[in-house]
């Protein structure tokens, strides 16, 4: 695509909403277009004709952070106009945002043909479980026509590779219209100078935390798998049960934080399980730093963010052998089947029994 040239003189109206709203701000989609958008703006400044934000919605700190630039502009159906033009591209950076509507992720001024879309293109994970996500006929044809929106984009940018086949496989995209370019992470995200340091501070800043953790963080779903996860957990070796406890780091609803902890109490693991609620990322940080081992059960990803970041900061990261994460972990030694809690069990006994683990930690930290 000509957008991707940077001879090309076309400046690029890039969509902020989702940063502003509830379903995505603090998430891993919200954490990657602010991530994004950040990098676009320090490097090709040239190439941003405006940053689009939703007048009806307040100003989060992290928009506030680019009014400095001059390039944030209101978000309405006619054209924004930067020195006396238009933009020529317009940026949606995440289609499936219910909380809006279609006309305010893709305006009318964006649909004349003079205007080229770009879309990022996360997961198409409902097309894949329609009986955990479409099952309701409203929320299905809501889905059906944000895909039919995103099926007329000039230009798809996937996440991973995974993503990028179930786009051409499930919109019916020609492979020429679809790019992966995968994600990166925050630079909140490194490797500790001295773990012991970095483990003391995760002890203060966590409330019944112990030391030699092992970590998860992601989402509630379903298909984050954390019943797997605590099942797995419960057929550990009792030594390594009551070496390890299981760390599950994100924003937990009460009904959902006693189910969870119902599981673990019929499992006889509850003393060994905390759920930390959300954490910010200084603290989340540490929590990567200082982890025995991450664990990510899922059992589809769009990409699958958190075992980039825990890798990043320098903990050995196991996952399943499904979707995206076989791109990010890619040491069969370290997959495991996640529908499968034994086997799950299995890679987590036998990673931190290996003598290997150091070894395979910095091999991990050297391909990210």
Not at 78 to 95: F, K, L, Q, R, W
Not at 217 to 225: P, V, W
Not at 230 to 257: F, G, M, W
Not at 281 to 300: C, E, K, M, N, W
Request: proline residues 8%; hydrophobic residues 40%; glycine residues 6%.
């Amino acid at each position: 695509s000509p957008l991707t040239q940077m001879s090309d003189p076309r400046r690029i109206a890039i969509d902020l909403q989702p940063i502003q709203g509830y379903s995505s701000r603090g998430r891993g989609i919200g954490r990657y277009i602010l991530e994004q958008v950040k990098a676009i703006v320090a490097r090709h400044p040239d190439r941003v004709h405006s940053l689009l934000v939703n007048p009806n919605r307040g100003l989060p700190a992290e928009i506030e952070a680019f009014l400095d630039t001059g390039l944030v502009r209101a978000h309405r159906p006619a054209a924004p106009i930067v020195d006396g033009a238009p933009p020529d591209a317009y940026y949606v950076t995440s289609p499936f945002e219910f909380d809006l509507t279609l006309d305010e992720i893709w305006p009318m001024w964006a649909r004349d043909p003079s205007v080229e879309t770009v879309v990022t293109l996360y997961d198409l994970i409902p097309m894949l479980f329609p009986e955990h996500y479409l099952s309701d006929a409203i929320w299905t044809s809501l889905h059906w026509a944000r895909r039919e929106f995103v099926r007329q984009a000039d230009l798809l940018l996937c996440i991973s590779e995974a993503t990028a086949t179930d786009g051409i496989r499930l919109l019916s995209l020609s492979e020429q219209r679809v790019v992966n370019i995968g994600t990166g992470v925050s630079d909140h995200f490194f490797p500790p100078e001295d773990r012991r340091r970095a483990l003391a501070d995760a002890l203060t800043d966590v409330d019944g935390l112990r030391p030699n953790f092992l970590m998860y963080t992601g989402g509630i779903d379903f298909r984050k798998n954390l019943p797997g996860l605590l099942e797995a957990y419960s057929l550990l070796p009792t030594d390594l049960r009551n070496k390890h406890q299981l760390v599950i780091v994100c924003r937990v609803l009460p009904p959902e934080r006693e189910s969870l902890m119902n599981q673990a109490r019929q499992l006889g693991v509850e003393d060994g399980v905390l759920l930390t609620g959300f954490v910010p990322d200084s603290t989340l940080s540490l929590l990567y730093q200082s982890a025995d081992l991450f664990v990510f059960p899922s059992i589809y990803e769009g990409f699958g963010l958190p075992i980039a970041e825990a890798v990043l900061s320098g903990t050995l990261a196991i996952a399943s052998n499904s979707s995206s994460m076989v791109e990010l972990v890619t040491d069969a030694a370290l997959q495991f089947d996640p529908t499968d809690p034994a086997d799950i069990a299995r890679c987590i006994a036998d990673t931190l029994n290996s003598p290997e683990a150091d070894e395979r930690r910095r091999e991990q930290l050297a391909l990210s």
